[in-house]
């Protein structure tokens, strides 16, 4: 492991760049990521590398850009295409949900769409109801899309540089608040150390994020920060183990239902909205395959309204590290 | 017209000492009395000032993510408007919204913090208004970074195939975030699109209000006399970044510059001095809108912040059964 700690945006962008250097077919396109270099520095120093034509700037125009990144990826290239906020997916989800993810299918695998589509995600800033949504569960629900959901720095250039070389459609969900932006500071935690050289991460591989014996706490993205806060708070009362699913599409039920076969209770942590979502989903799947070793669960999500303005309200619905630390001592483990 | 545009653009700066105030020197989006992102409109105000002369409280307004210049002419409440940019109790909704998901129903004024989306509302206002049989029109406002989205196109089509009374508005103000208009887009008129629908359209070259209100009485009479929709654009300035922290590094100085040369409250200064108007009277005009946004800007703050139980409240009209599943159990594990 190399020493270069980076900020996780950096980390991104180190592998898209490598790609782009070894890949002609690899381009990036969406709204500001050329002079803006992505509003969330997911494209830092890629035009000046690159040129407009390969970081391209697009209209407003989300159904045709990132329909066009579907057609692209069905011509054989590799097109990188960022939806500035996942909240703004409503404008072009037929081309994401019926086009990106059903052509394959529907080719009976003759057509591929190998297109990574980036998105940012998440609240904790008072952006308000229509630019603070994780939306995990929505892309996950709907089949033909690998979704991944980096939390660290070194995770996030592994499945970036595995997305790029998939043959697959991937959204690829990034949140905000880990990029390590100057003016939203990331909590401790995602910057790690990141290899120069390039190695992905497989999909459907979660990782054991820290080890317990009493509780397994199943999270993603900002969550996993959050979850390690609260273990580190439990520490010496309850044994909890953080388990980062990493992606959810594969998802990797082996290792939450190996952990849950060892500690017996299971707190899911999510910022998606509770219902329908990835808390009931893995709920489910340890439910089917591990019944008899459970002995108790809790969900911690956002209740099921739309994201509130104000600091209060707002604080109240989204989970909190002290939210995570009630369902935990709830078990009684 | 003068008295909403120098409130607007006062209240505006205002707005910009409140939000900075916690973000400074580091500048972190969540500190301070405003949090989160705010798009001021600075530069934008002959636009709204123009074209809402011509509307009554009855008629419909959309806005934009930009939107507090547009309201300020709709004549929404100034001090609960202002309460909801702090997130206060009070608020127009009550702390929920925030700055650009303003809704005040007493004078038909909405938002949308999406490109382009508020326009199919404004469309829909106007179908009710049409299947009503009154002379009430709609007026959507958009950025002419949202002409490109198939939202507006498709509203274009449906309101000129329903002949409806509604008026889309363009304020060009050069600037999508980072991308020019004409790396965007190779037809310089925004209004031109209105042109492929056979809709009636008009362009404002230069951001000055009389212009603006003689183009817009054409565009709203026409809504209101039921001969159906027009598109409107506006040349505007964004004197201003996207949005507040926004250092526009991508953007030549010499825009910059431009955009605070060419202002549209200097040339209505002019038009009120040539249409006899003492500077007296500008001056007290301008007194006093100062003074309503500076009471307005205390009052808010002075209101409480929303208690966290709030957050439950009013998804539904009519909260279905088991709602109450929703709010979090005493246990703490209802989340």
Redesign the interface.
Known sequence: MSDRQLTMSRAMVDAIAHEMREDEEVFVMGEDVADYEGIFDSTTGLREEFGYDRVMDTPISETAFIGAGVGAAQAGMRPIVELMFTDFFGVAMDQIYNNMAKNTYMSDGNVSVPMTLMTAVGGTYNDAAQHSQTLYGTFAHLPGMKVVVPSTAYDAKGLMHKAIRDDDPVVYMFHKRLMGLGWMPAPDGPKTAVPADDYTIPFGSADVKREGADVTVVTLGLHVHRALEAAEELAGDVDVEVIDLRTLVPLDTETVVESVRKTGNLVVVDEDYRSYGVTGEITARVAESALDDLSGVERVALPDVPIPYARPLENEVLPEAQDVIDAVRSLSP | MYEWMVTARYYEERLQEEYMEGKEP?????AGPI???LHLAAGHESSAAGVVSHLRAEDTVTAPHRPHHIAIAKGVDLKRMTA?IF??ET?L?S????H??LFDPDVNFAC??????GVPPAVGAALAEKKRNTDNVAVAFLGE??I????FLESLNLAKVQELPVVFVIEDNDW????PKE???DVADGSKRGAGHNIPHDRVPQDDAVQVFDAAREAVGRARDDNGPTVLEVQVHRRMGHFM?DAE??RPEEDKAAAQMRDSIERMEDALENAGVAADDRDAIRADAEARVDEAISWAKDQP????????EN?FVNPPAGVAD???AT?????
Do not use: C, L, N, W
């Open positions: 580091a500048f972190d989006i969540s949090p989160g992102e909801e997130g206060r608020g909704g702390g929920k919204g925030g650009m998901h949308s913090g999406i490109i382009g989306q970074g949202a490109d989205q198939g939202a999508a975030i980072s991308m790396r965007v887009t922290g590094a991508y912040e929303p208690d966290p139980s709030a957050a439950y998804e929703t709010e979090p246990d703490g594990g209802e989340r």
